[in-house]
């Protein structure tokens, strides 16, 4: 599936790399990893995005290379590829605007829901992480995985499989981990940076969501809203408030668990997960135009904390009778 892909990468020479806006791992890792394997070949890159790289992926190699994105597409620049994104809009705006003004764009990406926004469109939904595809596609390119690269793959994949817990992880998966590993990860100490170290303002963080979350629907369904101002009240930050939902998720006996946080821009993020096949979260963020992956999904919703609230529990309550 990468014959085109690797073609347009060869007929290139100058390239952005970007990803989502409030970047994971998986966007982190897939961003840097693709940049340095095109920097390997030779090709000039740039690597951009919305939002800062998150303090716990700053380790990696690369990370310093991520730029804001600014307020023109740079002339010399010839292709544009987005990684981990399924919708454009999820690049913010003004990469929105640089996109659109490329004279040859890529979407590489690994959401059920994507749009198919791009030119090139390498879409593999289901996979558990862009980081398999971009592992893929440079062991197809035929460039040697250095260790920062495998590094970033790592992250990755590590990240969007919860540390290889989720049912995504498949035996290939495994085997992609493996090859990473002979290129030189140190397990210990990436997993340690990644998921055994962290600031005490996310302590307070969970503290405040464990603390008001709410358990319905005979203790099948968890949920937690954050009022605008919270965030300023509490003194933490956004990077504070990555992967809520997935300390409310762990409840015993809960199939469903969402997060809802007032942006305070007119906004109202959403963030869903499901531990029961049966709760399709994509397919209830589809509903409300949000998207993802069966089991985590997002959505983005104007108005305010508690219609949105109400329209996607009631979603979810549905599915939970059914």
């Known amino acids: 599936m990468y014959t085109e892909l690797i073609q347009a990468i060869h007929s290139h020479e100058n390239f952005v790399v970007i990803s989502h806006f409030r970047p994971d791992g998986d966007a982190i890792g897939s961003t840097l990893?693709?940049?340095?394997?095109?920097?390997s070949m030779g090709k000039k890159v740039q690597l951009w995005n919305?939002?800062?790289?998150?303090?716990?992926?700053?380790?990696?190699?690369?990370?310093?290379?991520?730029?804001?994105?600014?307020?023109?597409?740079?002339?010399?620049?010839?292709?544009?590829?987005?990684?981990?994104?399924?919708?454009?809009?999820?690049?913010?705006?003004?990469?929105?605007?640089?996109?659109?003004?490329?004279?040859?764009t890529v979407n590489i990406d690994h959401h059920q829901t994507n749009?198919?926004?791009?030119?090139?469109?390498?879409?593999?939904?289901?996979?558990?992480?862009?980081?398999?595809?971009?592992?893929?596609?440079?062991?197809?390119?035929?460039?040697?995985?250095?260790?920062?690269?495998?590094?970033?793959?790592?992250?990755?994949i590590s990240t969007d499989t919860g540390s290889f817990q989720y049912n995504s992880t498949t035996p290939q998966v495994m085997r992609t981990a493996a090859q990473l590993i002979e290129a030189g990860v140190d397990v210990g100490d990436i997993n340690r940076r990644i998921w055994q170290e962290s600031p005490l303002t996310v302590f307070t963080m969970q503290r405040e969501v464990l603390n008001n979350m709410v358990l319905e629907q005979?203790?099948?369904?968890?949920?937690?809203?954050?009022?605008?101002?919270?965030?300023?009240?509490?003194?933490?930050g956004m990077e504070d408030c990555k992967d809520l939902v997935d300390y409310i998720r762990v409840w015993e006996g809960v199939r469903?668990?969402?997060?809802?946080?007032?942006?305070?821009?007119?906004?109202?993020?959403?963030?869903?997960?499901?531990?029961?096949?049966a709760i399709d979260?994509?397919?209830?963020?589809?509903?409300?135009?949000?998207?993802?992956?069966?089991?985590?999904?997002?959505?983005?919703?104007?108005?305010?904390?508690?219609?949105?609230?109400?329209?996607?529990?009631?979603?979810i309550r549905r599915e939970l009778r059914k």
């Open 33 to 39: 990893a693709l940049g340095l394997a095109l920097q």
């Open 50 to 104: 919305q939002d800062p790289c998150p303090a716990r992926y700053a380790f990696l190699q690369g990370s310093d290379l991520l730029q804001p994105i600014p307020p023109a597409l740079p002339q010399e620049v010839d292709c544009f590829i987005c990684v981990d994104t399924g919708d454009i809009k999820r690049i913010g705006n003004a990469g929105m605007e640089s996109f659109a003004q490329a004279p040859f």
């Open 115 to 156: 749009t198919r926004y791009a030119k090139l469109n390498v879409v593999k939904g289901g996979e558990a992480a862009c980081g398999c595809m971009i592992a893929e596609l440079i062991s197809a390119l035929g460039i040697p995985l250095t260790k920062p690269v495998a590094e970033a793959l790592y992250a990755a």
């Open 218 to 236: 005979g203790g099948t369904l968890s949920h937690y809203s954050m009022p605008a101002g919270k965030k300023a009240e509490l003194g933490v």
């Open 256 to 277: 469903a668990a969402v997060i809802f946080e007032d942006m305070e821009d007119g906004l109202i993020r959403v963030s869903l997960r499901s531990k029961d096949p």
């Open 281 to 315: 979260v994509s397919a209830i963020a589809a509903e409300h135009g949000g998207g993802g992956h069966a089991m985590a999904s997002g959505i983005r919703m104007r108005g305010s904390l508690e219609e949105c609230r109400e329209k996607v529990l009631n979603s």
